[in-house]
């Protein structure tokens, strides 16, 4: 997937999860830990780019 259309997922998907119980917004540390996991991830499968610190993830971050 093109970085400028993984960056709007993931940031659209960041926007949109909600706890599973109360229905309210993850706490930021609970994002951030998500996005380690799509890092790691995507590293395994050779993902040119970081999406923690590469500018083309801005959205996202």
Same mark, same amino acid.
């Given at each position: 997937m093109p970085p400028k259309s993984l960056d709007m997922n993931i940031a659209r998907f960041f926007m949109s999860v909600k706890?599973?119980?109360?229905?309210e917004d993850l706490e930021p540390g609970t994002l951030k830990g998500m996005q380690g996991s799509f @890092?790691? =991830?995507?590293?395994? @499968?050779? =993902?040119p780019h970081d999406i923690m610190t590469d500018k083309l993830f801005k959205h996202s971050r």
């Open positions: 706890h599973n119980k109360t229905n @890092k790691r =991830y995507l590293g395994d @499968k050779n =993902y």
